[in-house]
Nanobody, 120 residues
């Protein structure tokens, strides 16, 4: 059974930090790109960070660049999101996502969300 188990969300004051974790099982973690997406109340889902499967290339939107750091530990089938200098607008449900790319297609997996609430 494919699972992505996210944890680490919570309530934090603006300027604080949180570290999210997502543990994967049921598929070959080494072969997938992984990322975090978030969805604030009333908004659509948006990307927060992603990391490649081979060279570990990372990508961030401007809204979190310099504050968030994504990393992965393939030995533990885990992806992390270190979030520093949190802002009220970072409040959202954070989802982890894994994608395996094949020529002409892809397979993606989703975990349940973990809620991050930043108080101003």
């Amino acid at each position: 059974e494919v699972q992505l188990q996210a944890s680490g969300g919570g309530l934090v004051q603006a300027g604080g930090s949180l570290r999210l974790s997502c543990v994967a099982s049921g598929f070959d973690f080494d072969d997938v790109a992984v990322g975090w997406l978030r969805q604030a109340p009333g908004n659509g889902r948006e990307g927060a960070a992603c990391i490649g499967s081979e060279d570990g290339t990372t990508l961030y939107p401007d809204s979190v660049k310099g504050r968030f750091t994504i990393s992965r530990d393939n030995a533990k089938n885990t992806v992390y999101l270190q979030m520093n200098s949190l802002k009220y607008e970072d409040t959202a449900v954070y989802f982890c996502n894994a994608v395996r790319f094949s020529p002409g297609s892809y397979q993606d997996y989703w975990g349940q969300g973990t809620l991050v609430t930043v108080s101003s």
